[in-house]
């Protein structure tokens, strides 16, 4: 009964390919994230969906494109993969419209580009 | 200047110390408050939300002071368990009903047998 459910866990792959990374919550949420947790362990946020719709869009390279394809589903796909895309990628999902709302995470994927 | 910034740790402190950490945030339009954990390797998980009042959850104590734009986390009679990296968060509202967290970069806490 996984809230928040990423995959694959681990994700090492050669530079220039192209990746993706699943997410699914069944909390029933409408919103859904992704961010990024660097080697220096800061946590920033790429991306956020609500109810299927692009919400947020940091300055993200646009190799990296994600997709919503039900309000429970937010998966991310990378073109190109650089090394400094080498990262963990979490997943988080909350219910939108209150700031005092809590974000579940996913486990994250541990990507290892070399 | 960092939106969340926090003591930069790393802290080590004898099982049964108290611990205090520390941060501050740069928007004044941030509207809710948090104190994150995030254990090795695991994703963050929420301790605790923070209010003007202050609040406390057992051994847990979070502050906030609007003015300074300052928040708190103080640990009573740490435990081993305790041992891991605090997040300070922030909210803010980023158009309609949506709203964004910022991280700060975390503070590792050890608790030594």
């Known amino acids: 009964d996984t809230a928040v459910s990423q995959t694959p866990k681990y994700l090492v792959t050669q530079m220039g390919n192209d990746k993706s990374i699943k997410c699914e919550q069944n909390l029933g949420h409408d919103t859904m994230y992704w961010y990024k947790q660097d080697s220096k362990k800061f946590l920033k946020i790429m991306f956020s969906y609500n109810n299927k719709e692009l919400i947020i869009n940091e300055t993200v390279p646009n190799r990296f494109s994600p997709k919503s394809p039900d309000k429970a589903h937010l998966n991310l796909h990378i073109n190109s993969l650089e090394l400094g895309d080498s990262a963990v990628y979490f997943c988080?999902?909350?219910?939108?419209?209150?700031?005092?709302?809590?974000?579940?995470f996913g486990p994250g994927t541990r990507l290892t580009v070399t | 200047r960092k939106e969340v910034e926090q003591d930069p740790g790393p802290f080590n402190v004898p099982e049964g110390a108290t611990v205090a950490f520390n941060c501050t945030y740069s928007?004044?339009?941030?509207?809710?408050f948090f104190w994150y954990r995030q254990d090795c390797r695991k994703e963050p998980k929420l301790l605790m939300s923070?209010?003007?009042s202050g609040n406390e959850d057992g051994r847990f104590t979070a502050q906030l002071n609007r003015a300074s734009q300052y928040i708190s986390l103080l640990i009573r009679d740490s435990k081993l368990s305790d041992s891991a990296t605090y997040l300070c968060?922030?909210?803010?509202?980023?158009?309609?009903?949506?709203?964004?967290?910022?991280f700060g970069k975390g503070t590792l806490l050890t608790v030594n047998p």
């Open positions: 923070v209010y003007s």
């Open positions: 928007n004044s339009a941030s509207q809710s």
């Open positions: 968060v922030v909210s803010r509202n980023s158009g309609g009903s949506n709203y964004k967290l910022t």
């Open positions: 988080a999902s909350s219910r939108p419209g209150q700031s005092s709302y809590e974000q579940y």
